[in-house]
């Protein structure tokens, strides 16, 4: 018998974009295309191409929808609102962390640090307005539907994206799974750590088949579902 690949057992129309520094996703059904986080290095060139592959052109696109507003999500995300014209959808609460004002304290400075060293030399994060706020329990009509699942700690206005057709989470950055290091953010990434429990059982009681972070090895949801149970066993009894 041969065994399914990884990409097989995944739905259809969902297309990992691999960039330097994290992935992000193309949604695609016979309504469209959304982008789901926007990425850092390399993102622009990749999504063109993929898009080109699957004969679409960048008015296909019909949302952007964010996660959250860290440099590696929203790099991009002034291009892809200007090549696509599609409307950007994200928690208002992310606003600041968008156009990088996000009142940083603590150790979390590091990450002003950081994100206004690779906005200067990069060239990329240019502000950008939110066109349609989301909010918890959301139902976006797109890919058969997706609701706003609102997980806030890494960020306060942090969301994952549930697809009830799919049973499919796309957790944002509540976690990162790798081979051999999954973990959760590292503490100066995580503007509201005390929050990050409930937000781990949250996605524990929505118990989803599958989950797709946006810094990950493999587009293997099952995969990511098992690493996350683990990860709990070990994280939540410290938090
Ligand atoms: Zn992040
Ligand atoms: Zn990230």
Redesign the pocket.
Known sequence: MIHATRQQRMPPGLHAIRGVMGMCHLLVDDAGVVLVDTGLIGEPLEIRGKLRRLGYGPDAVKAILL??G?L??VGNLAWAKAWTGAPLYAHQLEQAHIDGTYPYAGITLWCDRLERTGRLLLRVGQPTSIDVPINDGDELPFWGGLRVVHLPG??LG?CGFYSARHDLLFS??LFASYFFNVHL?PAI?NDAPHLIADSLKRVRAINPSLIVP?HYDWLDGTLHRRRFDRLLQRVLPRL
């Open positions: 996660t959250h860290h590696d999500h890494h960020t942090h944002g950055d953010p990434l946006q």
